[in-house]
């Protein structure tokens, strides 16, 4: 076997199986590099070009454009590009959406960062935990029949991708007439999401669409028409609305990149029923390989509730998973120890992560079975 490289050479970056920020294609990442130089239509570096450019209005509009376009966004929603992560919005949402309201806002407690967006909508008013799977390890998720959703909540939040536990729904879930909040920080255009069923949707970028530092926030303007007028202008979603998401300095670098993602899905990929396609068979390789270690690799998600971004797992004795990371690493690959507050191993396989990828963690997964 040749040692040396003879063809362009492959990043090991492309073995990035981070839980996030997450892999992002190399197609994007050249245009990124490149634009760090120099943006060629500007002249300038992406990192000194104004927010108050007509450049980056373009940017924006692009963007809100082509998220409107995969998403099939019907025009009475905005989009937003934000900052202060998906933890920003958990005060926000209660802030904006629950004053004046006389039930509580219904929430379900689905695994880590559910639980986080419940202790910050707490500290803001009424909030009933309508599920809770605390006791039972966070290991699947509510059944349709377990739920028994409040015709007049103020409003109704979930996490469509528990990224710790690696629990996905597969479905939309609450009432329609109820309005309906989703955390799509893990999932968000990885496939179609009936959007124009969703009140607000919320995801930051860097699971899926690109590096920290903006969040993109779908929300349907009749959700806002109840908003208090005293909140800090920045925490209040009108300010942003007016402003066109340039309310003070955005991150313009981060938005960029995105917009180089939304490129990516549209033209590249072909849409986001493609995007689910490739994801669906990246998740089932993994999956496979669980299922057919004999026990050896123990998958931590029931089955039906298995995620198509975060596949989490646990080997026979921690003694195996510390050498099993060990060698992964050696071998390339990284990212895969799975979320200190849970252990085991973690697999995320977002949208920039390729199918050749997988298919490598796979061989390495039988070869480290075999040997160990
Ligand atoms: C990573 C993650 C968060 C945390 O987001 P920040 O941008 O770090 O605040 C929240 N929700 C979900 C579903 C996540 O995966």
Known sequence: MSTTRTTTPQLRNSLNFSGGPGALPESVLQQVQQSILEVPEVGLSILGISHRSDWFASVVAELENNIRLLL??????????????????????????????????????????????????????????LWDGTATGFGSLPKDEELDFAADAAYFHYVSNETVEGLQFHHVLGRDDVPRVCDMSSDFLSRPCSAERYSLIYAHAQKNIGPAGVTVVLVRDEALKDAPNNLPGFLDYRSHINAHSIFNTPPVFAIYVVLLITRWLLKDIGGLSNMEAINRSKAALMYHALDESNGFYRGRAAHADRSMMNVSFSLPTSEIEKRFLAEAHSAGFSGLAGHRSVGGIRASIYNGLTVDAVHELVDFMNAFQKRS
């Open 72 to 129: 099939q966004l019907p025009n009475n929603y905005h989009v937003l590009f934000l900052q202060g992560g998906a933890t920003q919005q958990f005060s926000m949402i209660p802030m904006n959406l629950l004053p004046g309201k006389s039930a509580p806002a219904e929430y379900l407690h689905t695994g880590y960062w559910s639980g986080k967006s419940i202790a910050e909508a707490q500290r803001v008013g009424n909030i009933h935990t």
